[in-house]
């Protein structure tokens, strides 16, 4: 369960404090919750509260009771995090040694962890491109791998901040369908309206605040209805 | 560029322990960088092109790991040579390409996994002092990543300034270049915290 609690963010800017998220209050409870809203609107802050990549500067944000800001690392260990860009993420030269380099809290020796990264891999149908370097993997294939070495831990809950944004439509389905299949609880923060809309809730963002938050279905047809009216991103006045 | 890449392979070189090929590595840098004088870093440049040669690497792969640095060691023998006489350019050209193929040879025939352990398992002296091994690994590890990773975005950069006609500015293509290492970095730093790899 993921809590925010008056959960707000005030960020320092040249001209003094901006405050890019609003003090929140939610609790996540279902499995699949998608987080919507225009550019700059303030889904990323939303999302990367949850792992404590940011945090709060007002209120609270808990993970099945652990507060983010102090029991940082218990947190983590239970909360995914993957990123648009799966390049920034993957940090070893082939697809193996990268999800193997997730599991070497939890796998001490090498050829074990190598045998565990492997099962991983192929959990994924990665499985033919273990030793490939991840240079040349193509941006479907890095963001399932991106996927893998997140998921290689088994987290109880995975953020994923717009996960196929940078996919071509055969990709960014694939992507969606196994996001949406996956047994954690999903935090999915996208613009693909129809993905949004086949999660159980949505939280629609606008300008730094919540601005509708029900099931999915009807919170995608609300900001379908509405998306053309609302301010452009960073103009905040 | 090939410091950073590994190729696996079966030649004796990659059957090493990776601690031996560290610690020689480590101990060739001490030399290379000590005995002083043109003939000695020739010899050095030659074993470093051995080396390579030997790790399997080949002449075209082998071309590519200098080339990757032929730049900046024109630029420093170019100094040298004005500043000191040829005899200094020689010798800190040849320290250099010295350094940077043994430093290929150590990565080329050495899994990234392999060394990160190798590391983390020889500087565990150092944890009583509140140095945790696996920190110390990680940096390793991903400051041997950041060469190639920062010299494809130097290319994709190259390529982007192309494209706009730019190609002949400096600034057209070191601005976006600095910013994007900088980003890159930020994001691989949020990345390894969010898989829980810094804590
Ligand atoms: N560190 C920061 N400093 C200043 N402004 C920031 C910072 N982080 C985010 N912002 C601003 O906060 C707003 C919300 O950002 P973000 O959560 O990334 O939006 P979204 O993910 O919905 O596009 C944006 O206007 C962004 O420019
Ligand atoms: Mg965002």
């Given at each position: ?74 947190v983590r260990r239970r909360v995914g995090f993957t990123f648009t860009d799966p390049a920034a993420q993957l940090v070893m030269p082939t697809a193996a040694e990268d999800v193997a380099l997730s ?51 088994a987290p109880s809950v995975l953020v994923a901040d717009e996960p196929t944004t940078l996919l071509d439509l055969a990709n960014a389905r694939m992507i969606g369908d196994l996001l949406l299949g ?56 | ?113 392999e060394l990160l352990d190798t590391i983390a398992h020889r500087v565990r002296f150092l944890r009583p002092l509140g140095v945790d091994p696996e920190r110390v690994a990680l940096a390793f590890g ?58």
């Amino acid at each position: 369960m993921i809590e925010f609690d008056r959960a707000g963010v005030r960020v320092p800017v040249a001209s003094g404090d901006l405050q890019i998220l609003a003090p929140t209050s939610l609790s996540l409870t279902e499995q699949r919750v998608a987080l919507i809203g225009p550019n700059g609107a303030g889904k990323s802050t939303l999302a990367r509260l949850v792992n404590g990549l940011a945090t709060p500067s007002s209120g609270q944000v808990r993970v099945d009771g652990l507060d983010v800001a102090t029991r940082g690392r218990e947190v983590r260990r239970r909360v995914g995090f993957t990123f648009t860009d799966p390049a920034a993420q993957l940090v070893m030269p082939t697809a193996a040694e990268d999800v193997a380099l997730s599991l070497r809290r939890t796998h001490r020796h090498r050829a074990e962890r190598r045998a565990a990264a492997l099962d991983v891999l192929a959990d994924f149908g990665l499985e033919e491109l273990a030793d490939r370097s991840v240079q040349t993997l193509s941006g479907g294939q890095r963001q399932l791998l991106a996927l893998a070495g997140v998921l290689a831990t088994a987290p109880s809950v995975l953020v994923a901040d717009e996960p196929t944004t940078l996919l071509d439509l055969a990709n960014a389905r694939m992507i969606g369908d196994l996001l949406l299949g996956l047994p954690q609880q999903l935090v999915l923060v996208t613009h693909d309206l129809d993905l949004a809309a086949r999660c159980d809730r949505a939280v629609l963002v606008t300008d730094g605040r919540v601005a509708a938050d029900g099931p999915a279905a009807e919170v995608v047809a609300h900001y379908r209805a509405t998306a053309g009216t609302a301010r452009p991103a960073g103009d905040r006045g | 560029m090939l410091l950073g890449h590994h190729i696996p392979g079966t030649t004796r070189l990659h059957r090493l322990p990776a601690g031996t090929k560290l610690g020689a590595m480590l101990l060739i840098g001490l030399i290379v960088v000590v005995v002083r004088g043109p003939v000695s870093a020739l010899v050095a440049v030659a074993m470093g092109l051995a080396l390579l040669l030997w790790a399997g690497a080949g002449l075209r792969l082998t071309l590519r790991a200098i080339r990757g640095v032929l730049v900046v060691a024109l630029c420093l023998g170019g100094w040298l040579a004005w500043q000191q006489g040829w005899a200094s350019a020689v010798e800190g050209v040849g320290d250099l390409l010295a350094l940077v193929l043994v430093a290929t040879v150590l990565t080329l025939t050495t899994p990234v996994d392999e060394l990160l352990d190798t590391i983390a398992h020889r500087v565990r002296f150092l944890r009583p002092l509140g140095v945790d091994p696996e920190r110390v690994a990680l940096a390793f590890g991903l400051m041997i990543r950041a060469i190639p990773a920062t010299v494809e975005l130097a290319e994709e950069t190259q390529r982007a300034a192309r494209a706009r006609g730019l190609e002949r500015s400096l600034p057209a293509r070191l601005v976006p270049l600095v910013i994007r290492v900088v980003a890159r970095a930020q994001h691989t730093g949020d990345a390894l915290h969010a898989r829980g790899l810094g804590d």
